[in-house]
């Protein structure tokens, strides 16, 4: 199949019939029914990669939605589909660009074969490029008389989320460098960094694909103005650069030396991989940078090699998929009990919702499923003591997936059991429930009322998968985001969208550009016919005095 052929849909073929048949005996007989119809369902649907168990069995998996959508991949040459990702083909195709960021995990090209050849020299330069930084910067660092305690990041979403969750991931618990990361428009966010810093112990690192981006060059403007504040002459001259665009960032007024360069075939949102994660390779050290970029090449290894039936990214993806399509889902959430993993869901709810949150085929016909769900989240123990109530007793199905790290790198061991015990035990209660005699059963001696006993029933049979590492390392990291990087991929490909542009976030760029303007001069009237009447009674009240 070539790229803009168009691609039949899963829903309106006879696998999509067999699916939503499947959908309806799901919906009757419930995940705990198909543990006692399937003694061996544990190891059935349980998966390991390196050290990390993937286990699907409290989801509503089974051999028959797997089977349907093996022969979906059959019906539309998956794997040629996946040959196309590694090897290069501008598979963005509305961006006419290569997704190639696999490329910089393993850039002797050992994994990834048939990958086009100026990309792998591109994946090399750019490879060198980011470590001669890294040692400038280094020795820069070692030769200043007032060390340096903060780095200012300066870069908002796809430039900002990956590194930022590698940094809190991956430092040592006492790192004497603070990474702060300023995404945000909003003055608050920039204020009170500053407050943290001096100018002379303070590096700052701008990060951004287009170099165009208004907050991040905002930002960097104010930045350079404390500076000055502060005595320093010409402070942009002394600031870093990243991005794929090293003219731009020279024209703002940065230093071509301190400029670092990443391919534009590495998408935001994919960029964790490159030179975007400079300032958090400053304080992790670049040799836990590469075992990052070794463990997400290993996930690409398994992705591209193993056989479908048993390949993480595809299981999964093919779960979402299904939920999504045929058992009416409209959220998932990721729940990771780990602290160090606090920013993971931010990451994966912009990897996954700008990827696949689209409403066209890839030949720009109008989808006719659903695509991407919400995804959100937060971490375990907290998220039990907010949003778990609907969890457990809300009205919608929302597949959940609960993260576990089985070795703590601290010793407050008591913690970590605790920790454990939890991440264990929410998942088993949303499987479980809790029927009317089990209720009348547990609190047969407190004279509960009625209406009491109906609120602690819980139905039960709410779906979650468990990923268990054996130790958050660089390795176990890397391949996670890659595991979640190609599931993303496969969730496009069965719904035939691009996973790789992001048109939905132009518009309303457009527009704060031309409403800019109408906040400081006060022309609100005049622009009538280009608002809303909505949008310009709030103008109004904003510029009223
Ligand atoms: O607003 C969307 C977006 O384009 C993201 O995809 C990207 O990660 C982010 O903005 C930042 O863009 P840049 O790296 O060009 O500053």
């Not at 286990?55 to 051999?63: E, R, Y």
């Not at 990474?179 to 204020?191: K, T, W």
């Not at 930002?219 to 500076?227: C, E, K, M, Q």
């Not at 990443?262 to 991989?273: A, D, I, K, N, T």
Request: aromatic share 8%.
């Amino acid at each position: 199949m070539t790229e803009m052929q168009s691609q039949h849909s899963i829903i309106a073929s006879p696998i999509g019939s067999r699916l939503t048949a499947l959908a309806e005996s799901d919906k009757s007989r419930g995940i705990k029914q198909k543990f006692s119809d399937d003694s061996e369902r544990v190891n059935r649907f349980s998966f390991d990669h390196r050290d990390v168990l993937y286990d699907f069995s409290k989801t509503h998996i089974s051999a028959e939605l797997v089977q349907c959508y093996l022969d979906f991949a059959e019906e539309i040459n998956f794997t040629q589909r996946r040959l196309s990702l590694f090897a290069g083909e501008r598979i963005n195709n509305s961006e006419n660009r290569s997704v190639l960021h696999a490329l910089l995990r393993d850039e002797t090209n050992q994994a990834i074969e048939m990958a086009a050849p100026k990309a792998i020299v591109e994946a090399a330069q750019s490879k060198a490029q980011f470590i001669a930084r890294y040692d400038q910067i280094q020795s820069e660092l070692a030769k200043r008389s007032t060390p340096v305690e903060n780095i200012i990041h300066v870069g908002i979403g796809g430039s900002s989320l990956g590194t930022q969750l590698i940094f809190e991931a991956l430092k040592d618990l006492g790192a004497t460098i603070s990474v702060h990361f300023v995404g945000n428009i909003d003055g608050h966010q920039l204020v009170d960094v500053l407050a943290k810093c001096q100018v002379d112990n303070t590096l700052v690192i701008g990060v951004s694909k287009t170099f165009t981006t208004a907050e991040t060059l905002q930002n960097l403007n104010s930045i350079a103005a404390w500076f000055s504040r502060h005595g320093v002459e010409n402070p942009l001259t002394n600031f870093y650069g990243v991005t794929a665009a090293p003219q731009k960032a020279v024209e703002y007024g940065l230093c071509e030396v301190n400029t670092v360069a990443f391919p534009e075939w590495v998408g935001g949102r994919y960029s964790v991989w490159s030179s975007v994660s400079l300032s958090a390779a400053l304080v992790i050290g670049m040799h836990k940078f590469e075992e990052l970029l070794a463990g997400a090449a290993s996930m690409d290894q398994h992705f591209y090699r193993s056989d479908l039936s048993e390949n993480l990214p595809f299981l999964s993806a093919a779960l979402d998929h299904y939920y999504t399509n045929f058992l009416n889902v409209k959220s998932r959430a990721i729940f990771a009990y780990d602290f160090r993993l606090r920013s993971l869901v931010d990451y994966l709810q912009q990897l996954e919702t700008e990827s696949n949150g689209k409403d066209r085929q890839r030949d720009g016909a109008a989808v006719d499923q659903q695509t991407s769900p919400v995804v959100w989240g937060g971490v375990g123990t907290d998220v039990q003591h907010s949003v778990f109530q609907m969890l457990h007793q809300g009205t919608a199905l929302i597949p959940s997936e609960f993260i576990l790290v089985k070795k703590p790198d601290h010793d407050l061991l008591m913690h970590h059991k605790e920790l454990l015990a939890n991440g264990l035990a929410q998942p088993a209660a949303l499987l479980a429930g809790q029927n009317y005699a089990e209720v009348e059963q547990r609190h047969a001696h407190e004279n509960l009322s009625e209406l009491t006993k109906k609120a602690k029933i819980f139905s039960g049979d709410r779906p979650s998968t468990t990923i268990l590492i054996e130790r958050l390392s660089p390795l176990s990291l890397g391949a996670l985001l890659a595991f979640y990087e190609h599931r993303t991929f496969c969730f496009g490909v069965f719904a035939n969208i691009n996973s790789y542009d992001q048109m939905g976030v132009e518009l309303g760029k457009r527009l704060a550009k031309q409403v800019k303007p109408l906040l400081s001069d006060g022309q609100a009237q005049k622009s009538a016919d280009e608002f809303d009447s909505s949008t310009l009674s709030v103008l109004r009240r904003i510029i009223s005095d």
